[in-house]
C-alpha cells in the first residue's frame, strides 16, 4: 500500500471501530460469557468489539468510523470500499421485507453511506439441517430482486449446512466492494459547529416491524420495514451538498446510537430537536407501549447526514426530490459543548441526553 | 464494466459457479428440504446451487470456476477478485489449527488460486448466547494471528448474537478481496491434453484431523490440518511455469472432486496415477477403517495445478523449493478421452472412473 493511505487516507475498520467512541474511558469487558446485549450495537457490542476483537486486528491502517473500510488497492487504482454484515433476522419474513433483501440492502447502504460505488456483492449462506426448501426460494429469489433493482450483481458465494439446531433455519452473509471517487472527502473530522443534521425520512419502521412480526408479541399495527438501497440517494445528496461531513446508516441501535458515535468521534456535541424528527405514529405509539424511544429503533432504508449550514437547504431539496427521502427533514445541528454528547431538546423545552442503546430490547433485528 | 470483461474475461462466480459442471445433464433437486449433503461441497452441493442459487442471480457477467469472482473496477482500474466462505468446523479447534486461522487461510487461498494478491478481509461472526469469551478470544487471536503471518489486513467486520440453542457456538465468514495482475491468465479453458497434473503435496490431512478431533469418534492418530496460506506458493508456481492452465484449492469434496469440475468444464479426461498421489500413512490408514477415499477428504492447504507439459519440471521444482510444497508431486495428465471424466489408475494396472464426493461423510470440515 502507498505511504498516502497511511497518512491521509487511513484504511478504515467500519463497523468494528464503532466500537472506539465508547466515551467513559477505556472500554470494559467484564462478561465472562456472550449476552444477546453484544449483539445489539449498541454499548456492550462496542465494549466487546473495543475490548477483545479490535486490539486483536488493529494495526496502523485502521482507522475512521466508516461503515465500510477504503483503502487504495495499488499504484493509481483509486480507493476500495469493503463491508460486511451477517443477517440473523428473526423472523425471516416480515411486513416490507425478508432477510434476503435486508442483507443485499444493509451491505448496499454501508458502501453508500461510505460514498462508495457499490459495484459487487458476494453472499454466503449458513443453512441448518432440515430447512423447506420453498423458504430457501423464496429468500434467495428476493436477494437476486434486491441486487437486481439495485443494480449491484452478486458475483460469488459459499452455502454451508450444519445439523438440525444448530442454527436457526438459516443466516446469510453479505459482503460488498465499491470504488470511492478521489473526490469524495468524507469524514467526521471535517465536522464543525453550526452543521446541520438531517435524516432522511421516518425513523424506527424496520425495528418495530420486525418486532410486530414476532409472533410472541400480541400487538398489531401497520408498520412495514423500510429496507431500501440508499446508494441512490446518497450519490444525490452528495451532488447537491458536496461537502457533506459524514453520511451513516441509523441501524441497530437507531439514530441515537449513531449519533453518538459523531459527536464521540468528532468530540463534537449534536442537539437535536424532538419534535423535528419523523416519526410515524403507529412506530411512536409502539414505542411508548414497549417502552422503548424511537430514536433507538433500527433503521435499514434511512440516512442521517452532517451537512454545512450553507448547503443545508440544497441538501434537503435533493433529498426530498428523491422518492427515498420524500420525509427528510433538518433534525438538529451540531454544537461545540457538551462534546462528545447529544442532547434531545423536548417539546416543552426542556432537553435530556440522549445516550446509545443500553442492553438490547430487539435482539435478532437484522 | 467494460465488453472485454463480458467476452475473455468474465465475472467469475466461484463457489457457486462449480455446480455448473453436473455432468449428467441438468441437475436436478428432488430435495424438499435440506439435507447435511447439501453442504458437502459434492453432488448434492451442486444440485442445490445449479437449480436453485445460481439460476436467481445469474446474469451476463456470471461465468468460470474461479474460486474467487474476478470483475474490473471500472475504467482502468485491473481486475479485482472477490471470494466468500462462511466456516462452521465442529469442533473449533482440532490439531494444526482452529476455525479462525482456517477462515483467513481458507480466504486467503481462493484468491490466490485465483492469481489474485490477497488484499484485505472482512471478518464475520455469528456468536452463540453464552459462549464462553475465553473460547472468542482464542479464535480472534488465532485469526489475528494468521492475517499478520500472510500480510492480508482484516480491514472490516462485524458481530451478531443469536440465542441460546440457535447456533453452534461460534460460525466465521470471511470475505476477500485482491488484485489480479493483467499477465494472468488462468482460466480452465486453456487446459490442453498433455498436460500435466500436479498436488502440491499429502493429500487428506485437514479433514482427517478434524474428524478425529471429534470425541465421538474413538480413533486416535497423529494428524494435523494443513491448514496454510498458499498465496506464496501459487506466486512461486506462476514465476516458474508462466503458463499454468489453472490453479484449485481442493477442499470440501477433496482432489477427485476438484478434478471433476476442471475435467467437465474444460471438457478433456484426467488421468492420475494412485500410486503417485501423496498421503501419509496415517490417513489412508484412517480412511480404510473409515471406507473413505483420500481423495475425498478436505485439505486446507494444499493446491491442484494443471501445467503444461513443457512447464512441469520447472513447476515441480518451484513447488518443492517452497516450505509448504515440498512433498509436491506430479500425478496425471490430462487426456482427450473420456472427456468430463477423471479415471485413476491402480497400481495393479487396472484403472476406475474417480467420482465427485456424493453424500456427505464428513460434514462440518470447514
Given at each position: 500500500m502507498s505511504s498516502r493511505i497511511e497518512s491521509s487516507l487511513p484504511v478504515q475498520l467500519g463497523r468494528m471501530e464503532r466500537?472506539?467512541?465508547?466515551?467513559?474511558g477505556e472500554p470494559r469487558l467484564r462478561d465472562t460469557h456472550i449476552t444477546l446485549s453484544h449483539g445489539s450495537g449498541g454499548k456492550s457490542s462496542h465494549a466487546l468489539i473495543e475490548s477483545l476483537i479490535l486490539p486483536a486486528f488493529r494495526n496502523p491502517l485502521l482507522d475512521g468510523v466508516a461503515d465500510a473500510a477504503v483503502f487504495h488497492?495499488?499504484?493509481?487504482?483509486g480507493r476500495i470500499a469493503m463491508t460486511t454484515d451477517s443477517y440473523v433476522v428473526s423472523?425471516?419474513?416480515?411486513p416490507g421485507g425478508d432477510i434476503g433483501k435486508l442483507a443485499v440492502h444493509g451491505t448496499i447502504n454501508d458502501l453508500a453511506v461510505a460514498g462508495a460505488r457499490p459495484l459487487a456483492l458476494s453472499v454466503g449462506l449458513i443453512l441448518e439441517e432440515g430447512l423447506d426448501m420453498e423458504i430457501l426460494r423464496r429468500v434467495i429469489a428476493s436477494m437476486a430482486e434486491a441486487a437486481s433493482s439495485a443494480g449491484v450483481p452478486v458475483v460469488t458465494g459459499d452455502t454451508k449446512v450444519v445439523h438440525?439446531?444448530?442454527?436457526?433455519?438459516l443466516f446469510v452473509n453479505t459482503t460488498g466492494v465499491g470504488i470511492v471517487e478521489d473526490s469524495v472527502r468524507l469524514g467526521v473530522d471535517t465536522i464543525q459547529p453550526g452543521d446541520a443534521v438531517l435524516v432522511s425520512g421516518y425513523i424506527g419502521d424496520h425495528g418495530m416491524a420486525v418486532m410486530l412480526a414476532?409472533?410472541?408479541?400480541?400487538l398489531e399495527a401497520n408498520i412495514e420495514s423500510d429496507?431500501?438501497?440508499?446508494h441512490t440517494l446518497v450519490a444525490a445528496l452528495l451532488a447537491a451538498?458536496?461537502?457533506?461531513?459524514t453520511i451513516k446508516d441509523p441501524?441497530?441501535?437507531g439514530v441515537a446510537t449513531t449519533l453518538n458515535e459523531i459527536a464521540s468521534r468528532a468530540r463534537v456535541a449534536i442537539a437535536i430537536e424532538e419534535e423535528s424528527v419523523p416519526v410515524r405514529q403507529a412506530v411512536r405509539g409502539a414505542c411508548e407501549i414497549l417502552g422503548l424511544d424511537p430514536l433507538h429503533i433500527a433503521n435499514e432504508g434511512k440516512l442521517v447526514a452532517i451537512v454545512p449550514r450553507a448547503e443545508s437547504e440544497a441538501a434537503l431539496a435533493a433529498l426530498r426530490a428523491h422518492p427515498l427521502g420524500r420525509?427528510?427533514?433538518?433534525?438538529g445541528n451540531v454544537q461545540?459543548?457538551?462534546?462528545?454528547m447529544v442532547l434531545l431538546r423536548t417539546g416543552v423545552g426542556g432537553s435530556r441526553v440522549l445516550d446509545m442503546l443500553v442492553g438490547d430490547p430487539l435482539p435478532r433485528i437484522c
Open positions: 466500537a472506539r467512541v465508547v466515551r467513559d488497492a495499488g499504484q493509481g487504482n423472523p425471516l419474513f416480515f438440525r439446531g444448530k442454527a436457526d433455519q414476532r409472533e410472541a408479541l400480541e429496507s431500501a438501497p440508499l451538498a458536496p461537502n457533506t461531513r441501524t441497530r441501535g420525509d427528510a427533514a433538518v433534525v461545540v459543548d457538551p462534546a462528545g
